[in-house]
């Protein structure tokens, strides 16, 4: 099932308060971007925040779920009402992730 982009839309405008927040559409799900780095996904019309010690410290409750079959377990954000507490998790994530590579 992929995501509904209203509801991609709503993640997006909850985690506003993090900066420069882009979701691009990938493979009927959507990746999310902070800054141009990728902090997390929204697949089937839920959150997924990548993992990182910074965010672990700040997670209301810690559920470690794969986004998809095969993948890497991530964050998995219940209550995205919560605009502060979103926009405050991906700002930490953001920050604790590496620089993207340069393109070629």
Known sequence: MASNPDFVQYVVDQCGGAGD?????????????????VVGLVCDNRLYVKPTEEGSKMLRTEDMRPPY???????????????????????????????PKAKR
């Open 21 to 37: 927040i882009v979701a691009k559409k990938m493979f009927g799900d959507y990746t999310l971007y902070c800054h141009g780095k």
């Open 69 to 99: 079959p095969g993948a890497k377990p991530c964050f998995y954000i219940e209550d995205v009402d919560d605009r502060d507490y979103l926009a405050a998790l991906v700002r930490t994530t953001s920050s604790a992730l590496p620089e």
